[in-house]
């Protein structure tokens, strides 16, 4: 029991796990999600009767407070029903990155243990491979009969009495998430998000970024990504706002789905908004619903930010990651063209310090550190990995984001970049994100990356991947004579390779590891 005052307040609340249900009980008839996909439209009351359908269809296989229930899949509508329905039974959600192999696929499974494996059925080849090696007891496919030897299914439209199902306690500490880090440094580590991290960020969503009911977004991260539940899906759901669930990214469609269903609030990573700006449709496009453009995932280039800025659109950048969060900064609109490249202010209930990596004293404003975050939205640890958690996460609470920071002399936050892509060269510390900068915003250049690499004489020094605009053309030299006056000496890389195209992820953010 937690004491307020001289009144007790239980840890545990019966609306813990439940919000599908309580948001049904006050907004029953109004747009929940609209499935771009299915052209279906959902209303909060449809999907807490699908959320209770679907947790009595995992009560029946068994699953209970605290199993891991496994899901493989594109963005879809079931995908939703599976996390508001193991919400309400306690238990934990484990969505798998559909752009892994069988063999990374084994190992997280191992780690994890799930009773039940959800797929869709476009994924079958990849199911019946984690069949055949018994990684799983249970295996259901979404939407239609099972193609494996253990027939299951269930069908969510079926006309029954939405009667309560019979929950167990939970309450904040509980998991209801594991969601994989990128792994770029080694295997990807399962970070676990309790129903406090899910509650406490969309509070801190919700009130420091102004959000309201009438917002309309549309879904353009995965939904085995912390961004596709935590950035924005759980704090609409929570407001009563609607979410367009949207399949694989495709720019032109992405554009005519915002003009269409009047968007207010658009997030994505750079490479979206890049490749959005590409299109056709862009210049004749004027968003006139859109609020505001938020850009995460990885630093965003100004130059990107410009071609909504030039048609009078808010746009910035956003900060976060799966361990805390994922949102902790917020930038007024005031401030976006004055601190463009600026992540912002906190959010109201989340503490940050930028400290010395040498000393963890904390800096002055002014010097890069890495940044520590505490509050009530970070994570659990992560799973089955106690000794990770306890390098991530100290003592008192503070958390290691692993990113170099620095903070003005107004309070505003920088991302410097990552620690560990920071590079030494001859002595002196070099961040690519600073060279990743200007290198977009050179005429030619249409992606670029930096990374540093082993050199014998200054320990360091950069490796610039660019891909060059669609008819263009540039050489090596260029480069450099058009870094030269803007860059010290030792910042300017000394290997550029221009090639076809960058390495991504399934969020679409460059992949820096591959590049190695």
């Given at each position: 029991m937690v004491k307020v005052g001289e009144t007790s307040i239980p840890e545990e609340y019966s609306w813990i796990g439940d919000w599908a249900g309580r948001r049904a009980l006050l907004t029953p008839n109004r747009e929940a999600i609209l499935d771009n996909i299915k052209k279906k439209t959902y209303t909060y009351e449809e999907l807490d009767f699908r959320a209770n359908k679907l947790a009595r269809v995992l009560m029946d296989h068994g699953i209970s407070k605290g199993d891991r229930v496994a899901m493989f899949s594109t963005n879809r509508i079931e995908c939703v029903d599976l996390f508001l329905a193991t919400a309400k039974i306690g238990a934990i959600l484990v969505p798998f990155n559909i752009r892994l192999t069988i063999q990374e696929l084994d190992y997280l499974i191992k780690k994890t243990g799930p009773t039940i494996f959800f797929y869709e059925p476009k994924l079958k080849s990849q199911a019946i491979e984690i069949k055949d090696k018994n990684l799983v007891s249970q295996y259901v496919v979404m939407g239609e009969k099972s193609v494996l030897s253990d027939p299951s299914s269930y069908d969510l439209t079926q006309k029954i009495s939405n009667t309560p199902i019979e929950r167990p306690i939970i309450n904040f500490e509980d998991p209801h998430l594991i969601l994989f880090t990128g792994g770029t440094t080694g295997l990807p580590k399962g970070a676990t998000l309790s129903h406090r991290l899910i509650f406490w960020n969309s509070v801190n969503t919700i009130l420091s970024w102004s959000l309201r009911p009438d917002d309309i977004q549309p879904l353009l991260f995965p939904l085995f990504h912390t961004g596709g539940w935590n950035v924005l899906l759980v704090p609409f759901y929570h407001l009563g706002a609607k979410t367009i669930l949207m399949g694989d990214f495709?720019?032109?469609?992405?554009?005519?789905?915002?003009?269409?269903?009047?968007?207010?609030?658009?997030?994505?990573?750079?490479?979206?908004?890049?490749?959005?700006?590409?299109?056709?449709?862009?210049?004749?496009?004027?968003?006139?619903?859109?609020?505001?453009?938020?850009?995460?995932?990885?630093?965003?280039?100004?130059?990107?930010?410009?071609?909504?800025?030039?048609?009078?659109?808010?746009?910035?950048?956003?900060?976060?990651?799966?361990?805390?969060?994922?949102?902790?900064?917020?930038?007024?609109?005031?401030?976006?063209?004055?601190?463009?490249?600026?992540?912002?202010?906190?959010?109201?209930?989340?503490?940050?310090?930028?400290?010395?990596?040498?000393?963890?004293?904390?800096?002055?404003?002014?010097?890069?550190?890495?940044?520590?975050?505490?509050?009530?939205?970070?994570?659990?640890?992560?799973?089955?990995?106690?000794?990770?958690?306890?390098?991530?996460?100290?003592?008192?609470?503070?958390?290691?984001?692993?990113?170099?920071?620095?903070?003005?002399?107004?309070?505003?936050?920088?991302?410097?970049?990552?620690?560990?892509?920071?590079?030494?060269?001859?002595?002196?510390?070099?961040?690519?994100?600073?060279?990743?900068?200007?290198?977009?915003?050179?005429?030619?250049?249409?992606?670029?990356?930096?990374?540093?690499?082993v050199d014998e004489k200054w320990g360091e020094v950069g490796k610039a991947f660019l891909t060059l605009k669609p008819g263009k053309t540039l050489h090596e030299e260029e480069i450099r004579e058009y870094l030269f006056d803007k860059l010290a000496k030792y910042k300017i890389p000394k290997y550029i390779e221009i090639r076809d195209s960058l390495p991504t992820s399934a969020t679409g953010k460059i992949l820096k590891r591959e590049l190695k």
């Open positions: 495709k720019p032109e469609e992405t554009i005519e789905v915002i003009e269409r269903e009047k968007s207010t609030i658009v997030i994505g990573v750079p490479t979206m908004f890049h490749m959005m700006a590409n299109t056709p449709q862009f210049k004749s496009t004027n968003f006139d619903s859109v609020r505001i453009f938020i850009s995460g995932g990885a630093p965003c280039p100004v130059a990107i930010m410009e071609n909504y800025w030039a048609k009078n659109k808010p746009f910035k950048m956003g900060y976060g990651l799966t361990e805390v969060g994922p949102n902790n900064f917020y930038l007024p609109e005031g401030k976006i063209k004055q601190k463009p490249t600026s992540v912002g202010l906190p959010v109201i209930h989340c503490d940050m310090k930028i400290i010395d990596t040498k000393t963890d004293e904390v800096v002055k404003q002014g010097v890069v550190g890495e940044l520590l975050l505490k509050g009530p939205h970070i994570f659990s640890g992560y799973w089955d990995e106690p000794e990770e958690s306890k390098k991530t996460i100290e003592p008192d609470g503070w958390v290691h984001t692993g990113d170099l920071a620095m903070q003005d002399n107004e309070g505003f936050y920088y991302i410097v970049g990552r620690r560990k892509e920071m590079y030494i060269s001859g002595g002196e510390n070099v961040y690519p994100v600073e060279i990743e900068e200007l290198l977009f915003k050179h005429p030619a250049v249409d992606l670029a990356a930096v990374i540093g690499v």
